[in-house]
């Protein structure tokens, strides 16, 4: 990582003043190789200040309500001491070789940017300091930032960041920006507000859904409703017919990963005439090879298929012994269903088409995917794909996958203008990447001191590959990775997995894998627990104990600190009134820990959740009021999953089409208390977006066991299609 | 028949089939995006509006059921941003993504004028309809009897 200076060129760009100024990039290692201090240097991440102080902040990665364009920005604005209400977080445009890596995932962003962004903020804050010890002739060491001024303690004296900007330009860049230490933070582990709270309120935050430009034509559209298949044939003559219609097209299925699925879609001169007209179009569609796909009946042969011996993948010490010499042998099958991310704002974007340039404006958190697909699309170079990235209404890994933007660029090619196509909830519903559908049987062998001294994990999924390879059809050894890693301490085990071609498409949902390898994990444990006649607790805490392995010493230190602080807080082994009972989880996911502490009252088929403990440990927190709130999300998300939410096949199609039959968490049901607890501790600081939701699910089954005696090994615990 | 609507306070005349809904009236002829769609069939809260006061869903409401009514919007809720609700919801930093927000708030603003004390129970029963996919619900909940206590204090 280094920091880098612009060039007057690059600051007259992207600052858009003539005035003088500073202006700092950062570049990753990951970055462009080439950057140097040429010309035609591009740095990946910008720290703006003009001659009147006026600071922007460039934030390289994708919006979508976690909260990484007020987090990250923060970051650099404690280092550079700058005043933040003076600073201006602008989104970046798509452009890794300038932002990085952009793709916003897997709970990454805070983990590869935050130091470097710091760094940026601490070199500008340091040549502001050299600038004013020019000024006055003065030590650098008798001067100091605070708050958008540089001070000098002797001449009792202040300059503005905005009076020493231009001069400041003039100067190199420090190799080693000293960082501020834990005291001196100003905003990190603050809980400062996102920095465009004030236009949400007042309906002004601009997402995908709300870019308009002039001579842009609205479009719907109505996809293949099996995946494969195709459009037979199709009469557009009614809907061609209306008033406000422009063409109706038919978009073939475009063969990338994320390329369309193919459809109808008419373009109009408003939404609502596009949706009307798409319903007058009768269409015949060739159902394709997966018409047979009916979700119930698929787990239910992953189920038989995994109570069996199936595909080794792993192995350590004599599983066979470990049995023969137990106390206690249990086994159980967990099942989880498909989930569509279903984000508040569905799918939706705008792009423009011409022979020479293409334009995108896009909710996405992936614009560099924009840029190949696209590019591959219209046979051009990714880089001459112009992609705007606007600010997310939820996304939840959905947006990952752009086949709603190679859509729209079908559409303005068709029609020769800009076309926004918006997809209704209907289409989100039904033709989406699903999370996979999973089973997973366990079997465990406790010892009569309580030791899990066997353990067998089978797992069944479709994966995710299989949307980039069709012939894919059995999980990754990877993507058992986390099986065969878990920081609990099992001298023997054996890992195996099931064939599980897919369907449809999968691909990633927030947490990923981590929901249903949560699941499996937590419940078992408790099961065991209980089949030993020991207390959950204890039991967790031995599991992790036995881990003697120097690599996993530190997983096993903060998973033990996460579940030992869940447990405190949740008030763990307290007295309950009759029909309520406490269950605990603890996870390990994208390199941050997670326990919960749930507490239900079970009456009837009434399930009321009146209180969850999350303890977090993702190292240093950055923004404990965003960290906070990506726990309540993670509850609510949790919740949805645990109750409620599966997207059911039959004869090949996605039954569900709506919230009524999709139904997610609503305020009656949320946890009136839900109490987030950081871990005190100075690890790295690592991602939340995702880590928080795999815990949910299995603490409350635990705890709804506790309470009646009952154990849900299936979610949805109230499958709307079962 | 008379085709103008008041919204926001500025008079509008519809020249768009009248069975359009009022959402994608606002949203693709008048350029008014703070309306969000969420679902199309009344299920998500996210297209609330007020026609004279009271909360709507403007996605199953037709633009002809507004014909010489006041609509406010969430870009007209307040002159300044200012509503109480609004401010509220800054003070308990309620958005995630943000995107359900505008219909949370317009159906927060119409349910404290026809009940400005409601209790938990009846803040929760108001905003039954209105789907927050990132999970802030029990922000908005706070924020919403926070402000009803406010507006009660400007009251008295
Ligand atoms: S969009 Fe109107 S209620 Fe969902
Ligand atoms: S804040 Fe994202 S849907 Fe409510």
Redesign the interface.
Known sequence: MSVFKLSRRDFLRVSGTAAGGVALGVMLPAGNATAGHSEHFEPNAFVLIDSEGNTTIHCGRCEMGQGISTALPAAVADELEADWSRVTVLQADGDSDKYGPQATGGSRSINTMYVPMREAGASARMMLVTAAAKIWQAEVDDCYAENHFVYNRKLKARLSYGELAAIAAELPVPEKPALKTKDQYRYIGKPLPRHDLGKVVVGERTYGIDTRIPGMKFAAIKHVPVYGGSVKSFDASEAEAMKGVEKVVNIPRFQAPYGSLGGIAVVANNTWTAQQALAKVKIEWDRGPHGGYNTNAYKAAMVEQVEKPAKPVFKRGDLKAAFDAAKVTHSATYVQGHLSHSPMEPMVSLVSVTEDACEVWASTQDPEGIQRTLGAYLGRAPKDILVHVMISGGAFGRKFKCDYVQEAAALSQAVGAPVQLAWSREEDTKTGYYHSTSVQHLEGAVDSEGNVTGWLHRSAFPTIASTFDPSIEWPREQELGAVINHPYGIRNLEVESGHAPAHTRIGWYRAVRALFEGFAFNSFTDELAYQSGMDSLEFFRKLYHNNKDPDQAEQVERSLAVLELAAEKGGWGKELPQNQGLGIAVHYSFESYLAMVVQVEVIGDDIKVHRVDCAVDCGEVLNTDGATAQMEGAVVMGMSLALYTEISFRDGEVVNSNFHDYPVLRTSEVPPIINVHFAENDYKATGLGEPGVPTFAPALTNAIFAATGKRYRSLPIKPVYS | MSDKIIINGKEQTVD?DGN??LL??L???L???????????A??G?CTVHINGEAVRSCVTPVNQAVGKQVT???G??DS?DHPL?RA??EH?V????????GQ?MNAASLLAQNPTPTQEEI??G???????????????NAIASAAVQMQEVKS
């Open positions: 768009v359009m809904p994608w009236y949203r693709d002829e350029n008014l995006t703070g309306t969000k769609f969420g679902c199309g069939m299920l998500c996210a919007t969430i870009e809720l307040s941003g609004q919801w800054i930093k958005p995630q993504c943000g995107y359900c927000q505008a708030i929760e029963q905003m039954q309809g209105n789907i927050c996919r990132c999970g802030t619900y029990n922000r908005i909940k």
